[in-house]
């Protein structure tokens, strides 16, 4: 009984320690685009009337000559992960940002590996409302050197152009939700946040996320990894977070943000969660009730010696 006791004690602690500091191999891909675009998102500020002029990078990564189409598309997005979709119609029937945005030229041909820099200019009409407006800059490439009738395989990139415009700029957010979740078996917790702009113009909240245990004491202090919110959206935001030491009992998450220009808007909410290791409480569980079956096992033995203990103390005297 006694050896049964002890394997089932020494199996439970390697099964907890493995289950504890499980991790999963994340595999890296290097992908090779057959277009660069530089840079990728454009945070720009405009006066009503005025002309801005931008600049993109462009490589041809192809060995191959190919034609770059650029377009301009109305900015959109489904959904709280923020995927950017392309919105049906003409994206300059209505004056906004797409309207505004002018190429001197639509198609212009790379040359096998050239770069080039081509300037854009946005025409901001006197009219236009404060705060945000947004566009989509699609880059797209056909192969010259492709036989008659053979699909090419065209490829797009996009840039995005988050537009500000001067004036009544209202900085306005809310915390939706603030919640804390781990998966059965992984070690690390992911901090989600569920946050919505009921401003004007786009927001990227920043902060820290302070973790702290029953008595109040702080364990760890994470970064907020914020992302672009725009107006009338609601953006979930994933924190991962790995703790660097064994967790157990009633934690407590408190989060404060800053948003808006200059970051002059702040947030705060709290959240608690529980970390119960099963494994360590059946361990527990298992000790006293073999301290129990011993005792109750040998109760007259031990209450023989408790009774004669006296004697030996005055006999060793």
Do not use: C
């Not at 770059?68 to 004056?95: C, F, H, W, Y």
């Not at 190429?103 to 025409?123: C, M, P, S, W």
């Amino acid at each position: 009984m006694k050896k049964i006791l002890i394997f089932i004690i020494f199996f439970i602690l390697g099964f907890s320690f493995f289950g504890i500091y499980k991790t999963q191999a994340q595999e890296i891909e290097s992908v090779n685009d057959h277009i660069t675009v530089t840079p990728a998102k454009f945070e720009i500020w405009g006066d009503q009337g005025q002309m801005v002029t931008q600049a993109l990078r462009l490589t041809n990564e192809d060995n191959e000559p190919v034609i770059l189409a650029l377009s301009v598309e109305k900015l959109e997005t489904s959904g709280e992960s923020g995927i950017v979709v392309m919105p049906q119609g003409d994206p300059r029937a209505t004056n906004d940002l797409p309207k505004w945005i002018m190429f001197k030229q639509n198609g212009l041909e790379f040359k096998a590996k050239e770069t080039r820099v081509i300037t854009f200019n946005i025409d901001v009409p006197k009219e236009a409302k404060s705060g945000g407006h947004y566009a989509t800059i699609i880059i797209s490439s056909e192969h010259l050197n492709k036989k008659v009738g053979e699909s090419s395989g065209s490829t797009k990139v996009a840039s995005i152009v988050l537009l500000s415009v001067v004036g009544d700029i209202v900085d306005e957010a809310k915390i939706s939700t603030f919640t804390i979740k781990r998966e059965t078996g992984n070690k690390n917790f992911d901090l989600n946040l569920r946050m919505k702009n009921t401003g004007n113009n786009h927001i990227k909240p920043e902060g820290t996320i302070v973790v702290t245990n029953l008595m109040g004491t702080q364990i760890d202090e994470i970064p907020l990894e914020g992302e672009t919110i725009l107006p009338n959206m609601t953006k979930k935001m994933v924190t991962a977070w790995d703790p660097q030491r064994f967790l157990f009992g009633r934690y407590s998450a408190t989060i404060v943000l800053k948003y808006g220009f200059d970051s002059k808007q702040t947030l705060t909410t709290s959240s608690s969660f529980w970390v119960i290791n099963w494994y360590l409480i059946f361990l527990i569980l298992l000790l006293l009730g073999s301290l129990v079956y011993y005792l109750r096992k040998y109760r007259k033995s031990i209450l023989l010696a408790i009774k004669n203990f006296p004697k030996y103390v005055r006999k060793a005297k």
